[in-house]
């Protein structure tokens, strides 16, 4: 079974359903691009570790990183295995040092957890034929540069209120930083960060 690399391109409010998010995964080798329909939950997870936002309490998939360090249990890759019915199913793969095993999850799960293990994600030809969209080459060039402005704006996952950043004083912005992190709003705590970022 030849397993092919992908990696994630975007992550935006899916057209067709309210409340979910599409997640475009590309094959690194390829112009073919997968698209999968994920929960605000996840696509939040998702889009917390893309930006490297620290939640002030661990999320669930946070819990299963600290759980699985503290029993030795690495993730050595994610596996978006089988696609039946469109539903996309996948696979953890893990390992204690001395066995191998894999756990079933969902995409996103699966997906949310591999990140923050650092570890490649994968689907086989099947899947990718199924489900995956062919780019033309302007199509790919239009995307790029849509791709570019998706991934830096994964921190707005869900709607928030838009408030002038650029005109807030350093020292406002780190305070209104840590509240937005004690009340969990990642989005916006992204947002303020970014504009820290600007400023140093």
Do not use: W
Request: hydrophobic residues 35%; negative net charge; contains cysteine.
């Amino acid at each position: 079974m030849k397993k092919i690399q992908l990696e994630i391109l975007g992550l935006s409010s899916s057209q067709s359903q309210t409340g979910s998010f599409a997640l475009v995964l590309g094959e690194r080798d390829g112009n073919r691009r997968l698209p999968i329909i994920i929960g605000m939950f996840e696509a939040q997870s998702i889009a917390i570790q893309i930006e490297k936002i620290n939640p002030n309490r661990p999320l669930t998939h946070d819990l299963f990183k600290s759980f699985a360090e503290q029993v030795n249990v690495s993730i050595t890759e994610v596996l978006i295995s089988d696609l039946k019915e469109g539903v996309f199913y996948s696979k953890i793969m893990c390992t204690d040092g001395e066995k191998e095993f894999e756990l079933d999850a969902r995409p996103s799960d699966a997906i949310a957890i591999g990140l923050r293990f650092g570890v490649p994600i994968y689907t086989v030809e099947s899947v990718l034929s199924e489900a995956g969209i062919i780019l033309s080459d302007l199509e790919e060039e239009e995307e790029e540069s849509e791709e570019a402005a998706t991934v830096k704006s994964t921190s707005t996952v869900s709607s928030s209120s838009k408030e002038p950043l650029h005109e807030t004083s350093v020292d406002d912005l780190n305070k209104m930083l840590n509240d937005a992190l004690e009340k969990e709003d990642y989005e916006k705590a992204a947002k303020i960060r970014d504009e820290l970022n600007k400023r140093n």
